[in-house]
């Protein structure tokens, strides 16, 4: 069974632009988390869909936002890049229940320059 | 945000020793997970955690969840090479609730 896949894995961007990342969970899997991770703060929660619908939210702007498609692939948008949103952006999957079983990809590293 | 309180931030072990990290917390979670995480890839779940004072193995690998549904420890016993990358605890409240995750254990094996 092929594991979660996040695309790009690399990817460069200038301050005030916008980038959309790709993440495709497990197959079967209904819910997809997103995190981002920095060596100050650690892995910080993003949001969470389920069922193409928001189910929780962390604690960061409105900048961030994201989606989830009926095929359960989800894509998160950040705008107006800064360059504090340097970071790897993680992706985990999940069946439905339970929650905490969560698979996690290898990662978008996005770099704000 | 919420955050777990995860020690030693860091371990050098010489190969063959055994390890042992915790995590505490101010809340109570009902699921403890550890992960661990190497160079260039997302976190592996390692070990799952779902009773208080549960008590389970992978391999060389012992995870207990704290009585207190506080805390939760990890060790791993005869090192080797291998184990090196940052270990993660992570909790959870209830089963709809995001992770809450530790800052990380690096540990490094000395051969």
């Known amino acids: 069974k092929a594991g979660v896949t996040q695309t790009p894995r690399y990817l460069i961007k200038t301050r005030g632009q916008q980038v959309t990342l790709s993440c495709s969970p497990i197959s079967g899997h209904r819910s997809v988390s997103w995190y981002q991770q920095t060596p100050g703060q650690g892995l910080q929660f993003l949001f969470e869909?389920?069922?193409?619908?928001?189910?929780n939210k962390g604690n960061f702007p409105g900048r961030f936002s994201g989606r989830q498609f009926s095929n359960s692939r989800s894509e998160m948008n950040v705008s107006t890049l800064e360059l504090g949103d340097s970071a790897l952006y993680l992706c985990?999957?999940?069946?439905?229940?339970?929650?905490?079983?969560?698979?996690f990809g290898p990662g978008t590293r996005l770099t704000v320059l | 945000g919420q955050q777990l309180n995860q020690s030693p931030q860091s371990m050098f072990i010489q190969e063959g020793e055994d390890v042992s990290m915790n995590c505490t917390s101010s809340?109570?979670?009902?699921?403890w997970l550890w992960y661990k995480q190497e160079p260039g890839e997302g976190p592996v779940l390692l070990i799952a955690l779902y009773k208080a004072g549960e008590l389970t193995s992978n391999g060389r690998l012992t995870a207990q969840f704290g009585i207190t549904r506080k805390d939760s420890f990890l060790n791993i016993s005869a090192s080797i090479p291998s184990d090196v990358g940052i270990y993660f605890c992570a909790g959870q409240q209830s089963g709809n609730t995001p992770l809450v995750f530790g800052k990380g254990t690096r540990l490094s094996v000395i051969a």
């Open positions: 985990a999957s999940s069946l439905d229940p339970p929650q905490d079983t969560q698979y």
């Open positions: 809340s109570i979670f009902n699921t």
């Open positions: 869909y389920f069922s193409e619908t928001q189910r």
